[in-house]
């Protein structure tokens, strides 16, 4: 029987998603070599990096610390969070460090070592890279510039040894700024000589919470154990969720261009050969992925990411008439007709503009409880969800709007959609649960703060008008001009909220790789360790990541994502005898953002047989998959086969960056509504496969 040799706990997605305490002191009972969150990402778009502000509510940042302390005082164990303050930019690390000095004084936290780990760079020295030629791509855009650089903050997502440094020099709680979300879990684990491969994929397994449990949701623990015979299993500490094989390879895939290769600052994670195996009815594992130390730019290469101010920007949120929407131009946003997607829907496809409106005394209140109903709404999971990446499409970052009434009143408005016809049909649960969540986690947010959920479709259609500009008189003149382009057509309905002053807007203006070694090793990532005393924390030192090889050498498989797993596109052969809904035939149907650049889609098949069936149709190859998404061919990346959990992965170049100016889904989570509609033709030929799961 194989000896448990290493346990950490996900605390939850991302500090301040929430998560129940009662899951955290669950997973306590046990061993506890770490506890780990991640407290930010890219996804939510620039404006958090540019502004250096956090994307959570700081009393949700705060709470969700300070149960990690809590257990960090009670079991002595490193506490690590990494993307700290949500971007990871220095004044992003700077609001989580008084955060986490508040909590520190609160729980009298004395005698313990921090390490504070810097992930900023000086944009002189990226535009120094830039004129020499040496920053690589990762795929379709953004177009660099020396202005724009120049103009911008930049970070760069650190691998393990930072973290690795940290932990080696006795700090207990460790503050990191952008980091590679897997790093964070997978850097102690190494420490400790676990496998790198094992070691990194559990961490992407990890990253998100109990994402990838069954229901999943972010705002949850989840626990992995390591064993000395190279397996991992991952049990959820609420006994309401859990992990199956189905669950963790679909997370596996998750947010990814490519099904099995995964790239780090230090390597390559491979999973063409993992096996996903489930112990019980709610435990489930992990075994044979590989690590691979390759060719450049493995290692070393470090991914930057730059974001640089556009101007301001007016929001009007208009509601018309029905009868009027014909009228509308075909290039403007209207929830129910183009207002997730840029392209109509079309026959009996449907689309629901789902806004969030808030009123309250107070400006914090009214935007409190905005954004606990879009947090909930977004990520709240149901049964027979096929979306798991989210459950509804923002068009802005940030994606809340601050106003006021014509009474003085406060108010926050959150626009938002869904074409997913499985939502429909879950809609008025989703909501009745959302709101007894909060009724029950938030009690002073309901009594403080009134709301309603305006439901926009073809029978209400709001339209969404945002302007951007540098200059305040051109943006107003700007914007008026917009309003006065609709109004031409149709009569703004009086519950419409016109000219509203949203955040300011930011663009990603860098997503490259940073290869000289030089600049990575001894300029990048410095080190800085304090002794805390409660809020006062004393300087102790300072010093650079110490750097080692991790990884195989001499691996003989393939790591080209352009060729691994590819779907051919072969004609189906024999005898046709029917067609199935995809809608059937998955357990998983979703989108997501893979970087700023890439959108990838997952389908997950409940068996076998399912799977054989969708890969013969040959509705899956590159070709068939551009027609059905309406791109041109050399806008798909890859289609790609999943033997190994009977999955199908299909990624394509964005249309356009994420959080751009006229996005229409940040998270890119609600654009796989062309792939849901689908009907698979089944082929008697197929009928005789399965692969085994």
């Known amino acids: 029987m194989a000896d448990l040799i290493y346990r950490v706990v996900s605390a939850c997605g991302a500090l301040g998603y929430g998560f129940p305490k009662e899951s955290l002191d669950a997973a306590l009972k046990k061993r506890v070599d770490a506890i780990i969150s991640d407290a930010g990402s890219m996804d939510a778009g620039p404006y958090y990096l540019g502004t250096g502000t956090e994307y959570f509510e700081r009393e949700a940042v705060k709470t969700d610390f300070r149960h990690m302390v809590e257990a960090g005082l009670k079991l002595g164990c490193p506490v690590i969070l990494g993307s700290c303050g949500m971007a990871g930019g220095r004044r992003n690390l700077e609001w989580m460090l008084d955060v986490a000095r508040e ?5 009298n936290v004395r005698g313990a070592k921090v390490a504070v780990i810097d992930a900023e760079l000086d944009p002189e020295i990226v535009v120094s890279e830039f004129q020499k030629g040496a920053l690589r791509t990762t795929g379709r855009g953004p177009e660099l510039s020396e202005e724009g650089l120049r103009e911008s903050v930049i970070v760069g997502q650190m691998g393990v040894h930072p973290i690795i440094t940290a932990l080696e020099s006795g700090a207990q709680y460790i503050f990191a700024g952008r980091a590679c979300d897997v790093a964070l879990f997978a850097s102690d684990m190494i420490r400790r000589g676990i496998d790198a491969g ?6 992407h397994v990890l990253e998100c919470g109990a994402l990838a449990c069954d229901p999943g949701s972010p705002s949850d623990c989840l626990v992995a154990e390591i064993y000395d015979d190279g397996s991992a299993l991952f049990v959820a500490p609420d006994a309401s969720r859990r992990c199956t094989a189905y669950s963790i390879a679909a997370h596996s895939l998750y947010e990814e261009s490519h099904p099995q290769l995964q790239f780090y600052p230090e390597g390559i994670l491979t999973m063409e050969k993992t096996q996903f195996f489930s112990k019980n009815g709610s435990v489930a594992g992990i075994r044979n992925s590989r690590f691979i130390r390759s060719r450049k730019p493995w290692p070393w290469s470090i991914k930057l990411e730059g974001s640089r101010l556009l101007g301001k920007r007016k929001v009007s949120l208009i509601y018309i008439d029905p009868l009027d929407l014909p009228n509308v131009p075909a290039d403007v946003l209207v929830y129910g007709r183009n207002g997730v997607q840029s392209s109509p829907v079309s026959g009996s496809e449907r689309e629901l503009g789902i806004i969030i409106e808030t009123r309250a005394t107070s400006e914090n209140a009214a935007v409190l409880l905005a954004s606990l109903l879009t947090h909930y709404l977004i990520h709240y999971g149901y049964p027979g969800r096929k979306a798991t990446a989210g459950n509804i499409a923002y068009p802005l970052s940030p994606n809340l709007i601050s106003f006021r009434y014509d009474d003085g ?18 809609y008025a649960t ?16 309901l009594a403080d703060a009134s709301f309603g959920i305006i439901d926009a479709d073809a029978s209400n259609p709001a339209i969404l008008l945002r302007t951007v500009d540098r200059d305040v008189d051109r943006l107003s003149a700007k914007h008026t001009a917009d309003i006065e382009r609709i109004t031409k ?32 090793k001894n300029v990048m990532f410095p080190i800085t360790y304090y002794r805390a005393a409660g809020a006062e924390w004393s300087k102790e030192g300072s010093e650079r990541p110490r750097y080692f090889d991790i990884g195989e050498v001499g691996y003989t498989g393939n790591v080209d994502d352009r060729t691994l797993s590819l779907i051919a596109n072969i004609a189906p052969s024999g005898r046709l005898v029917g067609t199935h809904r995809l809608l059937d035939m998955a357990v998983v149907i979703r989108s997501k953002d893979a970087g700023i650049n890439r959108l990838t889609f997952d389908i997950i098949f409940t068996s076998g047989e399912n799977y054989e069936a969708a890969l013969h149709s040959n509705i899956f190859s590159k070709c068939n998959i551009a027609k059905i998404l309406n791109l041109p061919p050399e806008r798909v990346v890859g289609t790609f086969f999943v033997d190994s959990c009977n999955a199908i992965k299909v990624s394509i170049d964005r249309p356009n960056i994420s959080a751009s100016v006229d996005e229409r889904d940040v998270f890119g989570a609600q654009q796989q509504a062309a792939i849901e509609r689908l009907d698979i033709p089944i082929y ?7 692969s085994a799961f």
Do not use: C
Request: hydrophobic share 50%; glycine share 4%.
């Open 489 to 520: 057509f149709a009569k703004p309905k009086p519950s419409s909220r016109m000219s509203l002053d949203a955040p300011d807007a930011y663009e990603w203006s860098l997503y490259h790789l940073l290869q000289n070694e030089d600049v990575i």
């Open 198 to 203: 094992l070691a990194y994929h559990v961490g």
């Open 684 to 690: 008697a030929a197929a009928l005789a496969k399965a």
């Open 430 to 445: 989703i909501k009745a649960a959302v709101i007894e969540i909060i009724q029950h986690e938030f009690p002073d947010a």
């Open 103 to 107: 909590v520190f004084s609160e729980l």
């Open 409 to 426: 009143a406060y108010g926050a408005i959150v626009p938002s959609g869904t074409r997913d016809p499985v939502f429909f049909e879950n």
